[in-house]
Structures are given as structure tokens and as C-alpha cells.
């Protein structure tokens, strides 16, 4: 996926995201000149800045699937020390939402978004599984849908990066972006 400086100026990024794309691409940079997309990632932009990106270009299914995989990365985690299938619940609905859309209503998500949070106990791992079911619950949505998955998304990698899964989340939100 390519862009240009110019073009995310268009979409009204936030001050500070902005300043860190110019800080990593170089003050000389022609902000017409394009750029491969998945070069941000790890450098100066935020996860968060990135998925806000995918947001603002409509990638939706991407930014769930993204999130699907964080979850998924910590799970484990929290498995081996709660009893509570909430957060792998959450998951397999957003899996099942992602093979068919129409298989899930947006209210069966946001309940398990909702009991995954319930059951989180500050784990990140449970936090990861119900910001994936809430990415798919936004990206249903008809309205501000591509905004709120992005904010999950960034969520769930928050989580999983946390939990010891920076270059892991990294390489796959580089592999989405590529496969855009």
C-alpha cells in the first residue's frame, strides 16, 4: 500500500502523528513522492497512527483480522490463569464474523466485547480478545465503523505488545498492510 504525504495531510491526521511521519520519512521529503505504507511500522509512527490509517482508507475486515491476531497471541496467557472462556469466545464470534458477516448480529459482538471486558481482570489478554470483538462490532456498523476498528485494532496491539508481542504484532500489521 502507497501513499503520500499530502494525501494523509487530506485526512486530517492528528498534530503529533503527522510530525512523527515527516521526523521518519525526513524534512526533505517531497510530500507528493510516494512511499510504501508498511515502512512506518516500527519507526516513529504509532501502531495506533497506522491503524488510523487503515481506518481512514476503509480497511475494516483488515483492521479485525489484525486485532484477531493480537488476541489470539496473548490468549494463551491468559488461559493458563483464568478459568473464563469470554475471551476466547469473543475471538471465535469476530472469527466467525470475518468468514460471514451475516452469521453474527453487532449486538452478539458487543456482548462479547462486553463479557470479555467483564472477565479481563486487567489481564492484557482478555482486554486483546475483547478489542478484537469489539474492532468486528464497529466494523459491522454503519456509522464511523472504519474509525472505531481502527482504535480497537490499535487496542489489541497495545495489549499484545505489552504482553512481550512487539515485533510479532509488527510483522503481521506490515504483512496487512502489504496485502492491502
Known amino acids: ?48 497512527d497506522i491503524t488510523w490509517l487503515l481506518g481512514k482508507t476503509g480497511e475494516k475486515r483488515k483492521l479485525v483480522e ?10 494463551p496467557i491468559y488461559e493458563k490463569d483464568n478459568d473464563s472462556k469470554a475471551p476466547r469466545n469473543a475471538i471465535d464470534l469476530t ?15 458487543r456482548d462479547a466485547a462486553a463479557t470479555a471486558y467483564a472477565a479481563a481482570a486487567d489481564t492484557h489478554a482478555a482486554h486483546a480478545a475483547a478489542d478484537a470483538a469489539h474492532a468486528a462490532a464497529a466494523a459491522a456498523a454503519d456509522t464511523h465503523a472504519a474509525h472505531a476498528a481502527a482504535d480497537a485494532a490499535a487496542d489489541a ?12 504484532i509488527e510483522n503481521k500489521l506490515k504483512e496487512i498492510i502489504n496485502n492491502v
Open 1 to 48: 500500500m502507497k501513499t503520500t504525504v499530502n494525501k494523509i495531510k487530506a485526512l486530517q491526521p492528528c498534530k503529533s502523528g503527522l510530525v512523527n511521519l515527516i521526523k521518519q520519512l525526513g524534512t526533505d521529503f517531497d510530500h507528493d513522492s510516494e512511499f510504501e505504507v508498511s515502512s512506518l511500522v516500527g519507526g516513529e509512527n504509532h501502531i495506533s
Open 66 to 75: 489484525f486485532s484477531v491476531y493480537c488476541a489470539e497471541l496473548v490468549l
Open 157 to 168: 496491539a497495545y495489549y499484545a505488545a505489552h504482553a512481550g508481542f512487539k515485533s510479532e
Open 95 to 109: 472469527k466467525k464474523w470475518l468468514i460471514d458477516e451475516s452469521s453474527v448480529t453487532r449486538q452478539e459482538l
